[in-house]
């Protein structure tokens, strides 16, 4: 299949490349690609040659698509079902971010998509979520509503995440990022109805800030 691959570790680096189809462990599910955005980590690399012939990774963080596959020994997922993912494919499980939680903020998380990771990301065919996330991080990847197209799910969330990492962002999206506002409207043009709840932690003093919101 087709992928768009970084090589080195040195800015820039893009190829479109022919790599194996994934191959699905007992745990791992895969998933068909439906839908995938293009994250400013991604422009920034776009037409630099790094002259590094060392591959390094598929890319594609943000993307949502349908299961193909499940090993013989998932049980909360199945064959069919329409997901989103966070793009998480590595947590330590250990650390005070990961016991609390906190998946996101573990020091050594590897991204699908990014940097480093082996499983594959958003910009090829199929995309393999690796079963040791799974077990420890149940929310890595989310069934999409009937209501949701693959597009916007690939761009909400993370637009959703970006909250969290985005200083001086109001909850209410009255601060001086905007970032807030987007999935809100997101949320509001799939006819959401329920409270949702956005965290943010201030990059300068570490803190959090929830806030809530209701759509529709």
């Not at 959703?160 to 990022?177: D, E, I, K, Y």
Request: hydrophobic content about 30%; aromatic content about 6%; overall charge positive.
């Amino acid at each position: 299949m087709k992928a768009l691959a970084r090589y080195g570790k040195e800015f820039g680096g893009y190829r479109m490349i022919d790599v194996p189809e994934p191959t699905c462990g007992p745990e791992d599910i895969i998933i068909e690609i439906k839908a995938a955005a293009i994250c400013g980590a991604d422009m920034k690399h776009y037409k630099v040659d790094n002259g590094s012939d060392e591959f390094n990774s598929i890319r594609g963080h943000e993307f949502a698509g349908e299961i193909v596959k499940v090993g013989e020994l998932v049980k909360d997922w199945k064959v069919g079902q329409r997901v989103v993912s966070d793009n998480s494919a590595h947590v330590c499980g250990v650390c005070p971010a990961c016991e609390q939680g906190d998946f996101l903020c573990c020091e050594n998380k590897v991204n699908l998509g990014l940097d480093n990771n082996t499983w594959g990301g958003g910009f090829s065919k199929y995309c393999k979520v690796p079963g040791e996330i799974l077990r420890i991080h149940k929310h890595a990847i989310w069934e999409i509503p009937e209501n949701v197209k693959y597009e916007e799910a690939a761009v909400l969330d993370p637009q959703l995440l970006q909250g969290n990492r985005t200083a001086g962002a109001s909850p209410s999206g009255t601060g001086r990022s905007r970032i807030w506002n987007r999935p809100l409207r997101t949320l509001r043009s799939t006819g959401g109805k329920d409270h949702g709840r956005c965290e943010h932690r201030d990059g300068r003093s570490g803190r959090r800030h929830k806030g809530s919101f209701r759509c529709g």
